[in-house]
């Protein structure tokens, strides 16, 4: 019997996933275990394994660059990097260029190109004969990489996600002293994928629910979530991640909620700091924590903060009054009794996210195969 519910395949979806189900799988090039050991290992400034250049060179320029800037690394970006290089072996694109080494690779016509789909390149897979290139690339607006026929111009765009991930976590708008989220015009208009899940938390107070998230939304709004983050602004045709069996795995972008766990969350506190758009609530907070001002400065007890922690590092980075206001370590000074000591202004705050999450856990390259097999013959 016909499924009524069933969604066809686009053109593009058809012709890469024909080639990509055409061909033997292949295991991603580095397991789940081993980008963590890799990440672990970096982290704690341990010596990198030297055939990782061999293996993965995309991961291992990443570690360089993040080595000589002194920078954080995610543990998600050895997985881009992970399959964007399985992907390429799979395709037979067997030389790899850094872009930022090597701008000039890519011609001025790709350029103007990938431009156009808000791509910025990173690393470059391609043929001997550089007429096809799978380009992996950075920034927040576009998707992660692009396959591109040369000769034609013809692209297909890939987003690369682990077997659990986010499809995106915008900041949401600010609230006000009363702490409680509001839903603006503007926010509607950048993020409409995340408008209906908004809906249904109005009024959430981010004071009182502080140290905790917010993961009740129904599954419809979920679904829009993460259906339309690839059908709008930022669209991918299809998606990569890995089976449970860590075979790389190609999904239709727009048939993700076929094949994973849907998940909806409100954060809170946030990645992205700013300076403290509510100065009434961070005082009553620093009195409830048992902090005293005086002027311009904030004087407390460490032993009544929380220390923080940088993200993808280790140490400490600065303290916390409470999760949603923190002050850095290089603003706080030591008094004699033992109190630190750092100006009012200083202070950041968190702003909340919102983000639609899936979970691929219990996906099956042969079975996404089957189920697509009489599309991929048409």
């Known amino acids: 019997m016909k ?36 990440w672990k290992k970096f ?8 055939n990782l250049v061999k293996i993965c060179p995309a991961a291992f320029a990443e570690i360089q660059k993040a080595q ?20 390429a072996n799979i395709l037979n694109l067997c030389n790899f260029t850094d872009y930022t080494h090597n701008p000039s690779f890519v011609s001025d016509s790709i350029s103007s190109l990938l431009n156009s789909y808000n791509l910025v390149p990173r690393y470059i897979y391609s043929n001997n004969e550089k007429s096809r290139m799978l380009i992996q690339a950075g920034g927040c607006i ?20 682990e077997a659990g991930a986010k499809t995106s976590e915008p900041d949401l708008p600010k609230y006000g002293e009363d702490g409680k989220l509001i839903l603006t015009d503007d926010f509607k208009q950048r993020y409409p994928q995340f408008t209906e899940m908004m809906k249904q938390h109005i009024g959430f107070n981010v004071f009182e629910k502080r140290g905790h998230n917010e993961n009740n939304f129904s599954p ?15 669209f991918a ?4 991640t890995e089976d449970k069996s860590n075979y790389l795995t190609m999904l239709p972008a727009n048939q993700v909620d076929r094949w994973a766990v849907l998940q909806g969350e409100i954060r809170t506190a946030g990645r ?12 009553r907070f620093i009195k409830q924590y048992g902090g005293n001002v005086s002027g ?76 697509y097999k009489s599309d991929l013959k048409n």
Do not use: H
């Not at 982290?43 to 990198?48: D, L, Q």
């Open 142 to 161: 576009g998707v992660d990489s692009a396959l591109i026929s040369v000769l034609d111009n013809d692209v297909y765009t890939i987003e690369f996600k």
């Open 296 to 371: 311009e400065y904030v004087y407390f007890n460490p032993d009544k903060l929380e220390e923080r922690k940088p993200r993808g590092g280790s140490g400490s980075t600065g303290y916390k009054i409470t999760s949603l206001f923190f002050v850095r370590k290089q603003y706080c000074k030591k008094e004699p009794n033992g109190d630190i000591k750092f100006k009012l202004n200083n202070i950041e705050q968190l702003n909340p996210t919102i983000a639609a999450k899936m979970f691929f856990y219990n996906l099956n390259v042969s079975e996404v195969k089957e189920y």
């Open 237 to 240: 045709d299809v998606i990569c």
């Open 3 to 38: 499924d009524k519910n069933r969604i066809p395949l686009t053109k593009k979806q058809k012709e890469v996933m024909g080639e990509f189900y055409n061909i033997s799988f292949k295991q991603v090039v580095l397991s789940k275990n081993e980008r963590m050991d890799i």
């Open 68 to 87: 000589t800037n002194d920078q954080n690394l995610q543990s998600a970006v050895f997985s881009e990097c992970a399959y964007a290089q399985t992907l």
């Open 220 to 234: 419809e709004s979920i679904r829009i979530a993460v259906t339309e983050n690839y059908t709008s602004k930022k």
């Open 272 to 283: 992205n700091p700013y300076s403290v758009w509510t100065p009434k609530a961070l005082l």
């Open 43 to 50: 982290k704690n400034g341990e010596k990198i394994v030297s």
